[in-house]
């Protein structure tokens, strides 16, 4: 299996199925009749992120991956979004840049350096190492904390949603 394989289009469906998830929780609310803003301040626990939060490091770590396995730089964003609206608007341009990156750009990235600095902590990968135990990891971390969030809530999704078609 190629890191390209492995990641770029394993990256577009987890966001693919992030926004159908938000779709889902966003429609929810309103049929429901309750500001959509109840689910979008939602945490599991009173230390964990809320929902917005969530998505954007979803985003972040997949594009920031992809840029740093592809030795290329990422887009930015401003982690501003406040909405249902605004966050997968966010998904549809991580989506964009993900699918811009190719095979090509990935084909030696496997046995590439990764350093990532941290306060107080520098981190050191291969390629490899980065996106199985670093990248994926945390995708599907915020991924599912995502999905826990509007499920917790409510929201009528199941082990399918999250999955995809």
Do not use: W
Not at 6 to 29: C, E, M, T, Y
Not at 57 to 83: C, H, Q, Y
Not at 84 to 108: C, S
């Amino acid at each position: 299996m190629s890191m390209y394989s492995a990641s770029i289009p394993v990256f577009i469906r987890g966001l693919q199925n992030l926004r159908g998830l938000l779709a889902k929780g966003h429609a929810d609310a309103l049929a429901r009749k309750f500001e959509p803003a109840v689910l979008l301040n939602a945490r599991l626990a009173p230390d964990m992120l809320a929902l917005p939060r969530q998505v954007q490091i979803a985003t972040d770590m997949v594009k920031l991956g992809a840029a740093r396995l592809a030795d290329i730089a990422a887009p930015s964003f401003e982690d501003t979004e406040s909405s249902f609206e605004e966050l997968d608007a966010r998904i549809e341009k991580t989506i964009a840049f993900l699918e811009g990156v190719t095979e090509a750009q990935l084909e030696f990235c496997a046995t590439r350096t990764i350093s990532l600095k941290f306060p107080g902590r520098e981190m050191e990968f291969s390629g490899a190492d980065y996106l199985n135990l670093f990248v994926l990891p945390n995708f599907y971390f915020h991924l599912t904390t995502a999905y826990n969030i509007l499920r917790h809530n409510g929201v009528a999704i199941g082990k399918r949603d999250f999955l995809g078609a």
